[in-house]
């Protein structure tokens, strides 16, 4: 199946300063990406989709300008923690697919740890 | 709004035993159901789908019937291997325009662990 990496793969960073975590789709081109935060024992909540080349579409509740999207290329995304604090600290998940709409597979990436000190 | 409800773990089996993992929904429309697995440090993998009701998806022994009348999805393997040992998530794709059309929609994931 296609790959999709993430890096870093766990990054430590300390209260207010900001983190980028990069998705990467290895083998085909990813039109749209998703980005999920996953909680110990809990499910994938998903905070945003994007297109590439398009803003991101965030999730009820997700505070956009804390965590910034960005898409600018068919195999590239990015999620930005600005300012992070403790509470920010959590398993992040990104995921590509190939083309709109519900015909093509999701493929996800191992996922970042993040931990705010 | 949509959402599945999977049965808690942690479960843990002997070898060659039979494994059953709980899964239902709420959705609206015709929603697509799938079975992702999580082995440890790799990222979610598509074990299994179905796409309409009383179809059935099987990959690598698993099978689980999409069953309209229940909302259930439930995972099954006649005879697990150490292998097997990974966390297991049920998921839906919304199906009905608006804001759930095309998202995925999970459980909470069950950790499964094999003995053997």
């Known amino acids: 199946g296609a790959v999709v990496s993430q890096h870093p793969s766990w990054v430590i960073c300390k209260s207010g300063t900001s983190v980028k975590i990069e998705c990467r789709s290895l083998?085909?081109?990813?039109?749209?990406m998703f980005w999920y935060r996953q909680f110990p024992k809990q499910s994938l909540m998903l905070m945003a989709t994007?297109?590439?080349?398009?803003?991101?579409?965030?999730e009820q509740g997700v505070e956009k300008d804390k965590f910034l999207i960005n898409h600018a290329s068919l195999t590239l995304s990015t999620l930005t923690v600005t300012s992070a604090h403790p509470e920010d600290s959590s398993f992040y998940i990104c995921?590509?697919?190939?083309?709109?709409?519900?015909?093509?597979?999701?493929?996800f990436g191992p996922g970042t740890r993040l931990t705010v000190t | 709004g949509n959402s599945v409800t999977q049965m808690e773990g942690p479960v843990t089996l002997s070898e060659e035993a039979f494994l059953t993992i709980n899964c239902t929904y709420t959705?609206?429309?015709?929603?697509?159901l799938f079975w992702y697995v999580q082995y440890p440090g790799e990222g979610l993998q598509l074990l299994l789908k179905?796409?309409?009701?009383?179809d059935k998806g099987s990959n690598k022994g698993f099978e689980a019937t999409y069953r309209k009348e229940t909302t259930s999805f439930h995972l099954e393997k006649g005879s697990v291997q150490v292998s097997d040992s990974a966390v297991y998530f049920c998921?839906?794709?919304?199906?009905?325009?608006?804001?759930?059309?095309?998202?995925?929609?999970f459980g909470q994931g069950t950790i499964l662990t094999v003995h053997p």
């Open positions: 995921s590509a697919r190939a083309g709109g709409g519900g015909a093509y597979e999701q493929y």
């Open positions: 083998d085909f081109q990813a039109t749209t």
């Open positions: 994007s297109n590439e080349g398009s803003k991101a579409t965030y």
């Open positions: 959705a609206t429309g015709y929603p697509s």
């Open positions: 179905a796409t309409k009701a009383d």
């Open positions: 998921a839906l794709r919304g199906s009905a325009s608006g804001t759930s059309y095309g998202k995925l929609t």
